[in-house]
C-alpha cells in the first residue's frame, strides 16, 4: 500500500485495555491485527497486506477520538512547515518500527501526528 504525502494515512485509537479492545473490534467489525508487543496492536487492512490504524494501551482514551496520522515524504520538511503555520508540536519527533513520527496540536488544541518513513 503506496503512502501519498500528507494525506490521513493511520488511525490509532487509544485504549485502557487492549486483550479487550481487539475481542471487540474482532467481534464487531471482523478486524484482524498485528501484535507488536503487550500495549500496541496494528490493525490490518481488509486484504491483510498493510495497516490501517492502531491500539495503542500507552495513551489515554477520551472523548477526543482517536489520534489522525498524516504522511509525509519529507518528516522534518512537514514539522517545519507545521511549526511555521501556528502548530505547536507535542511530541517528537521519534523512531519507532517503521520510521519516525512527531506530533503536533493544531490552533484549536486538537492533535494529529505525522509520519514518515526511515
Do not use: C, K
Not at 37 to 66: C, F, H, K, M
Not at 91 to 98: D, I, N, R, T, W
Amino acid at each position: 500500500m503506496a503512502q501519498v504525502h500528507h494525506a490521513i494515512d493511520y488511525v490509532e485509537i487509544p485504549t485502557t485495555d487492549l486483550g479487550a479492545a481487539r475481542a471487540f473490534y474482532a467481534a464487531a467489525f471482523g478486524w484482524a491485527f498485528n501484535d507488536y508487543g503487550p500495549q500496541y496492536a496494528g490493525i490490518r487492512t481488509l486484504d491483510g497486506e498493510g495497516e490501517v490504524g492502531g491500539l495503542n494501551a500507552t495513551a489515554t482514551p477520551s472523548r477526543g477520538g482517536p489520534l489522525v496520522l498524516l504522511y509525509s515524504d519529507d518528516l522534518d520538511a512537514t514539522l517545519a512547515a507545521v511549526v511555521a503555520a501556528g502548530g505547536e508540536v507535542v511530541a517528537g519527533p521519534y523512531e519507532f518500527p517503521g520510521g519516525r513520527r512527531f506530533h503536533f496540536t493544531d490552533p484549536s488544541g486538537v492533535e494529529l501526528g505525522v509520519w514518515g518513513s526511515a
